[in-house]
């Protein structure tokens, strides 16, 4: 009999693990990215690149490839893949497990601003900048989110991102084109060298991505952290890999 694949929707580091281990398994997994990235590091196994269109086209999507199950191992900002495979997985009863991994938790020297969203962000930096404070930021919020700063006209950023961003820009800033990981003594460097004293960024979560974090602390840079957007309540959700296939076994003894 053939077994029916996994639809696994990644763009994670987390992702590409999963779909190694699945494969190494034996399970039938397809991966699918959305594209965003010009030269993304493939998953093994099956992959299919690009947006469905929408719910209605993940729908046809799972009817036409017959998925058995969807595991959702986007980055926790990814709020829009996430709402479409919950309200899909609940409109066809087919089981959902997100894979997060854990958010960051502010150490006795982080001194963080927590902000609801992007938005919030930019407020914030707005007020600090009037107060006569923050002036040199650095901006490792992602490629999709750095318009929101680019009104902000009185503070010099430092801009980290993998591809080039599209959108507005604030008027004065540098580009770094970059991608994790990092290490601390090169965050430490690059916080010196650019007379960094704000760092905004969201709580991505993971070790990939931490070192910036621990140099803030040490150097005393104060950091305006996005929180994680509320997840949907359908279906499961772990915080590993290894947990996670651990439930695509059970889902997969439970069909058999
Ligand atoms: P998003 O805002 O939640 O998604 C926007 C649209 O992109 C979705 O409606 C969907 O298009 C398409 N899409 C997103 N993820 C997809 C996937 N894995 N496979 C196929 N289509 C996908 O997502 P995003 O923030 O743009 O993130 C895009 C990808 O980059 C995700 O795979 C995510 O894991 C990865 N990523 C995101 C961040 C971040 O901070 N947001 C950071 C690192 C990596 P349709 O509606 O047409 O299906």
């Not at 969807?70 to 087919?94: I, K, Q, Y």
Request: cysteine-free.
């Amino acid at each position: 009999m053939v077994e029916r694949p996994i639809l696994l929707l990644g763009g994670t580091g987390e992702a590409r693990s999963l779909a190694a281990q699945l494969d190494q398994a034996g399970h039938p997994v397809i991966s699918s990215l959305a594209g965003r990235v010009r030269d993304p590091r493939l998953p093994v196994g099956e992959v299919r690149i690009g947006g469905f269109g929408g719910v209605d086209g993940l729908v046809r999507w799972i009817r036409v490839h017959d998925a058995a199950a969807v595991v959702d191992a986007t980055h926790p900002f990814a709020t829009t893949m996430t709402a479409h495979a919950a309200t899909v997985a609940e409109r066809m009863s087919l089981p959902l497990l997100r894979v997060r991994r854990p958010a960051w938790i502010p150490g006795p020297r982080d001194t963080w601003v927590p902000v609801p969203d992007m938005a919030a962000a930019a407020e914030h930096l707005a007020q600090q900048i009037a107060g006569g404070g923050s002036s040199r930021v650095f901006l490792t919020t992602g490629r999709q989110d750095v318009g929101v700063f680019a009104d902000i006209s009185d503070a010099w950023f430092l801009i980290r991102v993998v591809d080039p961003p599209t959108s507005d820009l604030p008027p004065h800033h540098e580009v770094l084109r970059s991608r994790g990981p990092y290490d601390l003594a090169s965050e430490r460097a690059l916080l010196r060298s650019h007379r960094i004293d704000l760092l905004v960024t969201k709580n991505s979560g993971g070790d990939l991505t931490r070192a910036k974090l621990t140099a803030a602390a040490e150097a005393g840079i104060p950091v305006v952290m996005v929180q994680r957007p509320v997840e949907p309540a359908v279906g499961d959700t772990v915080d590993s890999v290894e947990a996670a296939v651990e439930w695509v076994t059970r889902q997969r003894r439970s069909t058999v």
